[in-house]
T-cell receptor, first 111, second 116 residues
Framework: DGGITQSPKYLFRKEGQNVTLSCEQN?????MYWYRQDPGQGLRLIYY???????QKGDIAEGYSVSREKKESFPLTVTSAQKNPTAFYLC??????????FGDGTRLSIL | GDSVTQMEGPVTLSEEAFLTINCTYT??????LFWYVQYPGEGLQLLLK?????DKGSNKGFEATYRKETTSFHLEKGSVQVSDSAVYFC???????????????FGKGTKLSVIP
């Protein structure tokens, strides 16, 4: 079955540490996205990529970085510069203008 | 810019009650409209969509009609079940989101709890 796989499901970060969240899709979608979800709030866009080797900042990119070396993969790094990283992170992909398909998310917490 | 406004939650209903979750939008041109559902601890799943005025999206007993004249896309279900308890998000994609991007603009979500 085609879909989006996010890993790990739970992740813990220590002070001053960078952590990387994985997102892989086998839907052959060109576009991929990272969102942050905080309790009781909607989704906020962190970064998106419409094509390999290209990505754009979303609304809350500070403290995050991404890469898009392969069509299937769009990892997100939460850097030590992100002072409030505790949140639920969702990855999505879409075939251009079509609806976005989401992974099951990674919950990041601070130790 | 584009925006989506949903009714504030939480909404608590008894099983078999009628559900309406209001959604209105502001967008340039003719956006595509979506309802997503998020079950506890999971990602978002596409529930239904509509791409032009007067289209009706439907799935799993849920329906929503694209009303251009009122810029609305209200979600309805005739008889809710306990298993429908989740957070529901209204969203749009506008061709004018900027620079050819296909970014979704989300509402803040409405939490629905259905009690037996």
């Amino acid at each position: 079955d085609g879909g989006i796989t996010q890993s790990p499901k739970y992740l813990f970060r220590k002070e001053g540490q960078n952590v990387t969240l994985s997102c892989e899709q086998n839907l052959n979608h060109d576009a991929m996205y990272w969102y942050r979800q905080d309790p009781g709030q909607g989704l906020r866009l962190i970064y998106y990529s419409q094509i390999v080797n290209d990505f754009q900042k979303g609304d809350i990119a500070e403290g995050y970085s991404v890469s898009r070396e392969k069509k299937e993969s769009f990892p997100l790094t939460v850097t030590s510069a992100q002072k409030n990283p505790t949140a639920f992170y969702l990855c999505a992909s879409s075939p251009g203008m079509g609806p976005q398909h989401f992974g099951d998310g990674t919950r990041l917490s601070i130790l | 810019g584009d925006s989506v406004t949903q009714m504030e939650g939480p909404v608590t209903l008894s099983e078999e009650a009628f559900l309406t979750i209001n959604c209105t939008y502001t967008a340039t041109g003719y956006p595509s409209l979506f309802w997503y559902v998020q079950y506890p601890g999971e990602g978002l799943q596409l529930l239904l969509k509509a791409t032009k005025a007067d289209d009706k999206g439907s799935n799993k007993g849920f329906e929503a009609t694209y009303r251009k004249e009122t810029t609305s896309f209200h979600l309805e279900k005739g008889s809710v079940q306990v298993s429908d308890s989740a957070v529901y998000f209204c969203a749009l994609i506008s061709a004018y989101s900027g620079a050819g991007s296909y970014q979704l603009t989300f509402g803040k979500g409405t939490k629905l709890s259905v009690i037996p």
